[in-house]
């Protein structure tokens, strides 16, 4: 389980999180809802370690992950799927994903099957370079890419930005899959109301820095939810 207790952040002077408490468990899809400029993103690099936290304490596994570096929070399992997919556009989507290999021991390094399961256009477009493929298609690459480092809990930054219709349900199904069949702990930060209250076993909304409601998805109150949604 991840464990994020009381967590400041600061840019300079300014604050983007505020006394954050929230907590990943394994086998749960845990959403985080909010509109732009809250500080989700912020709360997920506090989490993958690309900024340092001013106050609060973030723990995987019961270890805690303070002042660990990125690629260190990596080899702990724990995945990244970066807001805007991140994907290396001059390299082929087979190296894409091959850059997951870097937390892994030399007899870990493969490709597992179930990427192409997930999202078989992957196995189609292996030789293809990453900038030539769609921005759905670069988001399952960015999610398989993840996949490859093999982790205990992915954490993933609006998945569903800019994505047609047809491949959000795919990108749902590939989380679904990930949490029931191994029991991987997923945090998701989302805008998107319907896609969270679909796949989330737990939700929290965020606003201004804080966390300001939560629930589990059956009790969360949609009207609440729309408010801090809408600017
Ligand atoms: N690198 C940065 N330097 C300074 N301010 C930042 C930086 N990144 C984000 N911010 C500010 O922190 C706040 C939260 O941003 P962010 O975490 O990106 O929100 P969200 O992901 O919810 O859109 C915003 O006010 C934003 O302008
Ligand atoms: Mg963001």
Request: overall charge neutral.
């Amino acid at each position: 389980m991840l464990t994020v207790k009381d967590v400041n952040l600061h840019y300079g002077a300014a604050q983007a999180l505020r006394g954050v408490n929230i907590q990943a468990e394994m086998g749960k899809i845990t959403c985080v809802l909010g509109r732009n400029g809250v500080g989700k993103t912020s709360l997920l690099r506090a989490v993958t370690g690309q900024h340092p936290t001013s106050a609060g304490e973030i723990a995987f596994d019961g270890k805690t992950l303070d002042g660990m570096a990125p690629y260190a929070r990596a080899k702990q399992g724990i995945g990244f799927v970066p807001q805007g997919r991140e994907i290396f556009p001059l390299l082929t989507v087979r190296e894409n994903l091959e850059t997951g290999y870097a937390p892994l021991k030399r007899a870990d390094r493969s490709i597992p099957d179930d990427i192409f399961n997930l999202f078989p256009v992957l196995r189609s477009m292996l030789s293809r370079r990453g900038g030539d493929l769609s921005g759905g298609q670069q988001q399952q690459l960015a999610i398989g890419r993840a996949m490859v480092t093999r982790p205990k809990i992915m954490v993933l930054d609006e998945p569903t930005e800019g994505i047609q219709p047809s491949i959000i349900k795919d990108i749902g199904r590939a989380l679904q899959y990930l949490r029931d069949s191994t029991g991987m702990a997923i945090l998701l930060v989302e805008q998107y109301l319907d896609f969270c209250r679909e796949l989330a076993d737990y939700v929290y909304i965020m606003d201004r820095g804080e966390i300001v409601h939560q629930g589990t998805a059956e009790t969360l109150d949609t009207e609440e939810a729309r408010r801090h949604l809408t600017v």
